[in-house]
């Protein structure tokens, strides 16, 4: 027997359905970042938005959106005094019933800087004005209490920002926490500034 519906029947249905439709997320406070002063846009055309009102594949929009991982974006290091070689990812604590080392925990001593939404970035300088963009942040370069920070490359041409522990300082517990957050801009709603140079990746 064939399935038949009226025409009254379907439109008494439709008229009872509850709206759906998508709701404006909230935006999300923010704090400033107190490191990041000094640096400059570098157009690339690989962030892609997880969510967001309006955007293209090479000028990323959105309005207070998450933003996709850009695999491309500065890789941060912390590096012994000789700038070449990784620094140590744990130190000792203390030593056992059987005088074996005991370790911390781990502190990464590498890592990709995050992709965030950056506020009023310039498109292509000013030309298009400006726009809400996923970008990856790198710090400023330059000599800091700890170490020096460098912008440099991997050995597979990836720029980098390298902070490079001072001889004084390397040994210093406080100095494995030097990570991400140090070296990059970590925060959503950071506003676009034109002293930036060459540090950010959107």
């Known amino acids: 027997m064939a399935l038949f519906i009226s025409r009254a029947c379907l439109v008494l249905a439709c008229m009872t359905l509850p709206f759906t439709g998508a709701e404006r997320p909230s935006k999300k406070p923010t704090k400033s970042h107190e490191h990041h002063q000094a640096l400059e846009i570098r157009d690339t055309s690989h962030s892609v938005l997880k969510m967001g009102y309006s955007y293209s594949t090479n000028d990323t929009m959105a309005e207070w959106s998450g933003c996709n991982p850009n695999q491309n974006c500065f890789v941060w290091r912390r590096m012994m005094p000789d700038g070449q070689n990784l620094h140590w990812t744990r130190f000792t604590i203390g030593t056992g019933a059987n005088n074996e080392p005991l370790w911390s925990k781990e502190y990464p001593n590498q890592g990709l800087c995050p992709t965030v939404l950056v506020k009023n970035v310039k498109v292509n300088n000013g030309a298009f004005g400006v726009a809400d963009r996923c970008c990856c942040v790198r710090h400023r370069s330059g000599d800091f209490a700890d170490g020096s ?49 060459n540090s950010i990746i959107c």
């Open 149 to 197: 920070v460098y912008h440099r490359q991997t050995g597979d041409g990836q720029p980098t920002v390298d902070m490079v522990l001072h001889e004084s300082s390397y040994k210093n517990s406080n100095s494995f926490t030097i990570q991400e957050r140090d070296l990059c801009v970590t925060v959503d709603g950071q506003q676009y500034q034109d002293a930036w140079q």
